[in-house]
């Protein structure tokens, strides 16, 4: 398998964002880690003339839907359709640039079950008796987000199907002292389950080891090393067989013989769901295009993942044998990316302890650029970070308003006094080199396999910091006795805005607007000999 060259990569790109689970609103954790990286990566591929479509869509099914509604006292699809209204809401306000948000409806569910279909009709699922977490006092299977228990790799507290905290998957009676997950209280011995056995459909992992083997040590030099690593520990133990099918009553009727009355399992519905919402977001950009066909291989697209590293082993392995098992009809990620948690004030994001802060508490008070800014330079990319409120104001003050507006106030005042107004200056070829050197670190810093929101904030405070010094220098000299010193800056500047726009959003628009910047991302739109004199816009806050 042969990686390419992502800079010098034209090929049409798509890039998935996790889909959220609607059991409640969206805080800076979620938008931190996965949803602003992939928006990043996104505007950033669009800038450099590529064809892209970033897609995501709420995953209904998640038993963890029925917890929430079950403690708050709503039924599930009242909870779906609220909370999918405040994620939409949430991502919009953050300038999440989804090319649409793939509803979950007919056409969703349709998808998914071809994708089920096909592979039962090649004989890929395998009917087992296995054992599930059963409630007496209820009369239900209790999985996934039902219950709670010990990981039997890490010991750690977690829920049925998988260990966020090492994730290891623990599938039918793994979990040590089980407990029904929905009473938030002393866990009472009535919600302790009992082990009952049932027939379900299953996928036998190990059939795919070798094809998973190879798969990921081809890309292991290339990808985030936590995820490299759990793979390989996945990988160094038995593979569990994977629930296809569960006996509950919410989500998707599996339509098989072998189990009447069971239901898809929730977490394998991700994968199909990306082939119908990247189809969806096709037709909305005018491009109607069926279900999965952007992902055949002739198309001959990229597909890069944004996720958190909760998730990994879910759309690493079991997705990826799920792929494997249609044999070559679908392709596969090239570009994995992973996050891990981000804090509050050093502690871990809790709804239920109020220990919660999401974008509309910040956005009334803090501009957005600057909250996406910090965010960018915060995220927990490679381990886990914390938001800070007084370290957004302070950075963002002192790294990136107060610099940017003092070589702005620089500029307006330099074109103010010279004679010349605005025509044309003379650009040198150092001014051009640097205004290359800039387009080509900021290519390292937003493209693979080097990709990182911090490098790209950090590298956005680092220039506009230089610019205005720069700028505080020339100044003692007007722009009438050094022309060529200040046409490097100004294009200089001019990159700088363009180079930035993928997170600093709404200065790019209003450069675009005050300034006519396209926000071209070219190395041949700044071999320029010479260029106009402007003030950009300024920051607020």
Not at 336 to 358: I, P, R
Not at 387 to 405: A, H, M, Y
Not at 438 to 457: G, K, Q, T, V
Request: proline fraction near 8%.
């Amino acid at each position: 398998m042969s990686q390419p060259s992502p800079s010098s990569d034209d090929r049409p790109v798509l890039v998935l964002g996790p889909n959220p689970t609607p059991n409640g609103g969206m805080h800076l954790g979620h938008i931190a880690g996965p949803y602003l990286a992939g928006d990043v990566y996104a505007r950033y591929q669009r800038a450099r003339g590529r064809d892209v479509i970033f897609s995501t869509g709420t995953d209904d099914s998640q038993t963890f839907v029925v917890a929430t509604a079950r403690r708050l006292g709503v039924t599930p699809q009242e909870l779906c359709a609220t909370s999918t209204a405040g994620i939409k809401q949430t991502l919009s306000a953050m300038g999440i640039s989804v090319d649409g948000f793939g509803p979950f409806d007919d056409g969703y569910r349709a998808t998914v079950l071809d994708y089920f279909k096909e592979l039962h009709a090649a004989g890929k699922f395998q009917l087992r008796r296995v054992k599930l977490p059963y409630l007496e006092r209820t009369g239900e299977f209790i999985v996934e987000g039902l219950v709670e228990g010990d990981c039997p790799v890490c010991l750690a507290t977690c829920r049925g199907g998988l260990c966020e905290t090492c994730c290891h998957p623990n599938n039918f009676d793994q979990l040590i002292e089980p407990h029904y997950a929905v009473n938030t209280g002393a866990v009472d011995p009535v919600d302790a389950p009992i082990a009952m056995e049932v027939p379900i459909l299953v996928l036998p992992m190990e059939q795919y080891r070798e094809q998973l083997t190879a798969y990921h040590e081809a890309w292991a030099p290339y990808w985030r090393p936590h995820m490299v690593e759990m793979v390989r520990d996945v990988l160094s133990r038995p593979l569990l067989d994977l629930p296809i099918t569960y006996p509950l009553d919410w989500g998707i009727p599996a339509p098989f013989p072998e189990t009447p009355g069971q239901v898809l399992n929730a977490w394998l519905e991700l994968i199909p769901a990306g082939l119908y919402t990247s189809s969806y977001c096709a037709t909305q950009l005018g491009r109607p295009t069926p279900p999965g066909q952007l992902w055949r291989p002739e198309q001959n697209r990229r597909l890069v993942h944004f996720l958190g590293f909760d998730n990994a082993y879910f759309f690493c392995l079991a997705h990826m044998a799920l792929l494997m098992a249609h044999g070559d009809r679908y392709i596969r990620p090239e570009w994995v990316l992973t996050n891990e948690f981000y804090e509050l004030e050093s502690q871990k994001f809790s709804t239920s302890k109020g220990h919660v802060l999401s974008p509309e508490d910040l956005l009334p008070e803090v501009p957005r650029d600057q909250l996406r800014l910090y965010l960018a330079l915060t995220a927990p990319s490679y381990q886990r970070t914390t938001f800070s409120r007084d370290g957004l104001d302070k950075i963002t003050r002192s790294q990136l308003v107060e610099p940017w507006n003092r070589l702005v106030s620089t500029l307006a005042k330099a074109i103010a006094n010279a004679g010349s107004g605005t025509d044309p200056l003379p650009v040198s070829a150092t001014g051009r080199q640097r205004a290359a050197t800039m387009l080509e670190r900021f290519d390292y810093c937003y493209e693979m396999p080097a990709y990182s929101l911090n490098r790209c904030a950090e590298t956005i405070l680092i220039h506009v910091g230089r610019l205005a010094r720069t700028a505080a220098d020339l100044s003692i000299r007007g722009i009438d006795e050094q022309p060529e010193a200040w046409a490097d800056l100004f294009l200089q500047v001019q990159v700088m805005l363009a180079v930035a726009s993928p997170i600093l959003i709404d200065l790019a628009a209003a450069a675009r607007q005050a300034c006519g910047l396209d926000g071209t991302l070219s190395l041949q739109a700044y071999d320029v000999t010479e260029i106009r004199p402007f003030t950009p816009p300024s920051l607020g806050g």
